[in-house]
């Protein structure tokens, strides 16, 4: 996750690998929230479900998507920058 | 002339008082109805002096007492 | 503070929802309903209340328990026969929420007793049985300047409205005085379908969910009607009577009263 600091500083990071639909989306808005505008929060989640659904909710709540990486370990970790109220 | 009573038009002849719509209207314990007439409440002591015209609304409150017990 | 990994499962439901999020189970947590009436309203706004997490709520009520409550007032059970309804309701709204804390009052509203009851609270449910004791709720959140939700069944049919201390109407705007004792049928004479209880009940508890998250817009100014027998809804627009005996602008009532013959109209 290295060359992500140059791109981006990370605020905060939440695993949520060991939730399933609904509860990853919810933990992810709850790290969201404890979040300032701006700030980034790493996501790592599962592949399947988790990947294909979170990305979306989450954009759907208004925040930018920054990048999705595969981690190569049946997990991924997407980038989420907080956009104000 | 068409009044809305209880947000249905209904037809009634001109002239027709708010105390003669309670009684056609068939109002249950009519003595302690409140009734709101264009969004503002009519006083009962005035029920038999208003004359309803083209357009009025009438709505009828009802106390329900009920809930607990 | 933050929500455990559990508390975010159990609002989970809440928090995916816009209007709510984290904030607003937040607000929810932190908030303090009094609920007046451990009866057939009471019953669903209670349960409702604690299981969506309110932080404190308080429920009045001095009766018992009888035989001809449980067609309605699905917080008692069978078992609970005799008990009082206060401590009966307490019990059921912490097996299904233990993180509210539930305050169970056994006593009757009155004008001695009403002012440090309220005073306690947010939000005030009236989840009474008779008009006497509506308008002391009425006047007594007024004169605290207390938001409160008012409801009545009879029948197939159900009415509520919401009072916001400086937004609209207060229920004396509109119903001036309880009518005399017996005048207007009650529910114990004229009867009353018990998921109407369940209907209205749950809707005074979406107003004090609404109040406290800020979603939507609440019932002040308005008289929200229910015949269960045509299925209809009716939302009918209440003004501010500005000659109100309470909430108007030259106030006769300053202090909440009881009227006469109140007390033999709250036996079961």
Redesign the interface.
């Known amino acids: 996750m290295e060359k992500h600091k140059a791109e981006f500083s990370i605020a905060a990071t939440e695993d949520i690998t060991d939730a399933v639909c609904p509860l990853t989306f919810v933990r992810a808005k709850a790290a969201l929230e404890e979040l300032e505008a701006g700030d980034v929060l790493a996501l790592r989640m599962n592949d399947g479900e988790p990947v294909q659904n979170v990305p979306r909710s989450v954009k759907e709540e208004g925040h930018k998507i920054l990048k999705l990486t595969d981690n190569a370990d049946g997990t991924y970790t997407l980038f989420v920058r907080k956009t104000g109220e | 002339m068409k009044i809305i009573v ?2 249905k038009f209904k037809d009634y002849p001109e002239g027709l008082r708010l105390s003669a719509l309670i009684k056609q209207e068939n109002v249950e ?1 009519p ?2 109805v ?1 009734v ?1 007439l264009n ?3 009519a006083e009962a002591r005035t029920f038999d002096e208003i004359v309803l015209k083209e357009g009025d609304n009438v ?1 009828f ?9 | 503070m933050s929500f455990s990994k559990e508390q975010l499962e159990r609002y989970s439901r809440h928090i995916i929802l816009k209007e709510i999020g984290v904030k607003g189970q937040k607000r929810l947590s932190e908030a303090k309903v009094l609920i007046i ?6 019953a669903p706004a209670a349960l409702y209340l604690a299981a969506a997490g309110v932080g404190r709520i308080g429920i009045a ?1 001095a ?1 018992r328990v009888d035989l001809s ?1 449980l067609q309605r007032q699905i917080i008692h059970s069978t078992n609970d026969l005799g008990k009082e309804k206060a401590l009966s309701a307490a019990e059921s709204m912490r097996a299904i929420n233990p993180e509210t804390r539930v305050e169970a009052q056994v006593c009757f509203v009155s004008a001695d007793n009403i002012g440090a009851l309220v005073a306690d609270y947010d939000v005030i449910l ?6 006497p ?2 308008f002391l709720i009425n006047d007594a959140c007024v004169l605290a300047k207390k938001p409160f939700s008012h ?4 029948r197939f ?3 509520l409205m919401t009072y916001v201390p400086g937004q609209g109407p207060c229920y004396r ?4 005085e ?2 005399p004792p017996d ?6 004479q ?1 009867g ?1 379908i018990g998921a109407m ?1 369940g209907v ?2 749950s809707l005074q508890a979406l107003e004090a969910i609404k109040y406290f998250t800020g979603a939507g817009t609440l019932l002040t100014g308005a ?1 929200l009607t229910y015949d269960a027998l045509t299925q209809e809804f ?1 939302k ?4 501010r ?1 500005e000659s109100c005996e309470v909430c108007g602008t030259h106030p006769t009532i300053t202090a909440p009263f009881d009227y006469a013959g109140a007390v033999c109209e709250i036996a ?1």
């Open positions: 209880g947000g314990t003595e302690y409140t709101a969004d503002d409440f709505e409150l009802y106390f329900m007492g009920g809930g607990g017990e | 009436g451990a009866g057939g309203l009471g009520d009766d409550n009236d989840g009474t049985d008779n008009c004791a509506k409801a009545g069944i009879i049919r159900g009415q705007c509109a119903f001036r309880p009518p005048a207007v049928p009650t529910c114990s004229a009353v209880a209205i009940g008289l009716r009918i627009r209440l003004p009577r079961p």
